[in-house]
C-alpha cells in the first residue's frame, strides 16, 4: 500500500522537461549477457537541423516549425517558430575552428587563475593536459602546513589546498601507499567544467567579481561577436565577458536550467558544441512545457536570447558509440595527437559565452 502510494507520487511530481530528460537519458540494458549495452531510444522525434540545411540547400524546403532567419550571416540561421529569441546554426565552425577551440579547451581554458571543478579539491592546477601526456601524477605534499597563505596564490576552496603538486609516476611507486594521488588522466576525465572571464561561482550560482581572472582570450571574444549578429538585428553590441565551458564523458548530463544571472537577457548566449553529438533540450517558461529535442554536432552554434532565455533548457544525453557520436571528421584530424583523440573521441565540449553586465 504505501509503496504503491509512493509510486503515484513520483509519477506526477514528475515534471514534463524531467520525463524527456528520462526519455533520452543513457540507461544500460539490464539483462544483456554481453558487456553492456546501451538501452535503444528512439530518435525518431528528435529536430535534426543538419538535414534540414541539406534539404533548404536542395529544394529550399523545410519543416512547417521551422524558420529561416532573415539576417546576414555567411551560412543560414534557423529559428523555431514557437520559440522567438532561440537561433540554430548548423555547421557554423569549421573543422579546423573546431580543432582550435578543442585544443584550447583542453589545454588553455583550465589553466589558472580560470577556475575548474577540481579547485575545491585540489586548489589551482596548472598543465592539467601536458601532465596528462607526460603520464604524470597529482601528489598530496603532506609536510605542507595545510591552509596556509591559500588567498594571496588564487587558491581558493578548502583549506588542503595548494598541497598538490605533479610527480613522475616512478617516484609516486617509490614512496610507499600512505601518500594521496590521482593521475592527471583520471583528473582530465573528471574534469566537467572550468571558467573564463568573470568566475561563475557555482556554488552560489552567481558570478563572484573579486575573484582574480583574465579576459575572455581576444579570439573567442571576436568569434563570439560575430556569431551573435543574429540575435541583434538593430546592431546592438555584443560584449563578451564570460564564458563556462563544460566538459562531458559518457553518462554526463546537465540537468534542466535557466541561466538567469546576466543582467541583460535580450543578450544572447553563444554557445557552441564541439566533440561527440548531444541531445538538447529546449523547454518553455516552465518545467511543465513539454521540451523540444534536437541533436548537436561538433560546430554548431545555438544562440539564446530575448524570450528564449527564459525558456529551460539542458542536455539530457552525449553519444558516444562509433556511429552515433559522429566523431569521424575530428579523429582524422588529431590523428597524430593521440591524448586528444582519445579524449575527443568519447567526450563532448560546450563552450558558452556570456554578457554579464
Ligand atoms: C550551459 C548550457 C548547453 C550545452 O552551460 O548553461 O546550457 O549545449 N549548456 O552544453
Ligand atoms: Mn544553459
Known sequence: MYASNKAV??????????????????YYDQNSKR???????????????????????????????IVVVDCRFDRPVFGLESRPGFYFIPGALSVDEQCRWIRDSLMSFPQPP????????????????????????LVEDEN???????GSNGCVGNED?????????????????????????????KLRWSTLGLQFDWSK????????HNKIPDELCQLAKKLAAPAMPMGEEFQPEAAIVNYFASGDTLGGHLDDMEAD?????????????????????????PPLAMFLRSGDVVLMAGE??????????????????????????????????????????????RQVF
Request: hydrophobic share 30%.
Open 205 to 212: 550560482r552567481n558570478y563572484n567579481v573579486s575573484l582574480p
Open 114 to 137: 580560470n577556475r575548474t571543478n577540481h579547485n575545491a579539491i585540489y586548489g589551482p592546477i596548472s598543465d592539467l593536459f601536458a601532465a596528462v601526456k607526460e603520464r604524470k601524477v
Open 35 to 65: 558487456k553492456k549495452q546501451p538501452k535503444q531510444v528512439d530518435l525518431s522525434e528528435v529536430l535534426d537541423f543538419k538535414s534540414f540545411l541539406d534539404s533548404y540547400h536542395q529544394n529550399g524546403e523545410l519543416p512547417p516549425e
Open 265 to 289: 537577457w535580450s543578450k544572447p548566449i553563444v554557445s557552441m558544441s564541439l566533440g561527440c553529438k548531444a541531445i538538447f533540450l529546449l523547454g518553455g517558461k516552465s518545467r511543465e512545457d
Open 161 to 189: 589546498t595548494c598541497r598538490w603538486s605533479f610527480c613522475e609516476e616512478d617516484s609516486v611507486l617509490s614512496r610507499g601507499r600512505s601518500c594521496k594521488s590521482v593521475s592527471a588522466s583520471v583528473l582530465l576525465r
Open 9 to 26: 507520487t513520483d509519477d506526477t511530481d514528475r515534471t514534463e522537461f524531467r520525463k524527456t530528460e528520462k526519455k533520452y537519458k543513457l
Open 308 to 353: 528564449a532565455r527564459e525558456c529551460f533548457h539542458g542536455v539530457p544525453r552525449i553519444f558516444t558509440d562509433k556511429e552515433n557520436a559522429e566523431t569521424t571528421t575530428l579523429e582524422l584530424h588529431f590523428c597524430d595527437e593521440n591524448d586528444i583523440l582519445e579524449y575527443i573521441r568519447t567526450s563532448r565540449i560546450n563552450v558558452n559565452i
Open 144 to 150: 605542507m602546513p595545510a591552509g596556509l597563505d591559500s
